[in-house]
């Protein structure tokens, strides 16, 4: 972030009012950032967990069970918070240059004050074990851990609106410089840090505990990624919005003036506004999609502008401070 305005935005989108600052991050070249891994969690039986690019297959334990059509995305895999997990191999990156991300969708059942892993490749549980992890702490605080050479970063976001039963898309992301970590396409927490993500062949890695099954995580995962680089903001939000993305046309972005949201010209049908837990907010009636939007009388936040068209839809990421 620099001055302010998250990296990756044109800072010409920036447009202040007295009572509101927003952003508005254009949302273009909406393809797929590739993945080096990427566990889609579809099982329906059996103990393998299918890995679609590198044939890196992990191995249920503990009693983990398959939940056909309850994922985010088709299926998941159901976690019991006492010694399920997956055994997922090295996993070691060998291509790209030193950096890395991982995606992952979860539904946690609770959340408590105990340390609950997401995803983690460790020979420990030290910090300094840590290659890389993802895991909730102080209930709905989020920790990304990276090493790079011999240094282990450890990066924590401040508690957030996290409940059980519900969906959060998490990614943790290292670009060589900064690492960060995003909530349902919000940035939660960054940091500096420097070096490459090394070659570890001797710490395994594991989904939903340690490899040895310490600081268990209760609930559903699904949709597990891991990158060889540093993913941006638009590449999270492609990822969150990824079965809504198929077929969007490369239109403008919406512009500010006077503290109201000017929508390009299209013949939009329906629109809703997220805000940065994925709920619907508020429902864009017809009068809204044909004139400028009002964001004066909005709660300060993160939000997601999703409109239809006839034939394709957009989405804009705004922040109202």
Known sequence: MEDGVPRGTNPSTVNLHPTLAAIVITTTGLA???????WPMDGTNGTVVQEVIAGQNGQL????V?????????GSCRFDGVDDRV?????????GTGEFSLSMWVRPDFVTGMDRTLLAKTIGSAAQDHIWSMTFVGASALRFRLRTGATTTELTTAP??????????????????????????????????S???????????SMAALS????????????????????????????????????IQR???PTLLDGRLHLPADQWRTGRVLDAMGRTVRELGTAELAAPIELRSWSPGYYLVCLQAVSHQCTWPIVVQ
């Open 32 to 38: 797929q950032p590739a993945a080096r891994f990427h």
């Open 61 to 64: 334990q503990g009693g983990a």
């Open 66 to 74: 398959w939940a056909p059509g309850v994922g985010h995305h088709g």
């Open 87 to 95: 055994l997922l191999g090295p996993c070691d990156m060998t291509t």
């Open 160 to 193: 957030s609106s996290v409940f059980g039963g519900a969906w959060y898309h998490v990614v943790g992301s290292y670009d060589g410089a900064h690492m960060r970590v995003y909530l349902n396409g919000a940035l939660m927490a960054e940091t500096a840090a």
């Open 195 to 205: 070096g490459a993500l090394g070659y570890h062949p001797q710490a395994p890695a």
């Open 212 to 247: 040895t099954g310490a600081a268990p995580f209760s609930g559903w995962i699904d949709d597990v990624r891991l990158f060889d680089r540093g993913l941006d903001q638009s590449e999270v939000i492609d990822l969150l919005l990824e079965q809504l993305s198929t077929g």
């Open 251 to 253: 239109t403008p972005s």
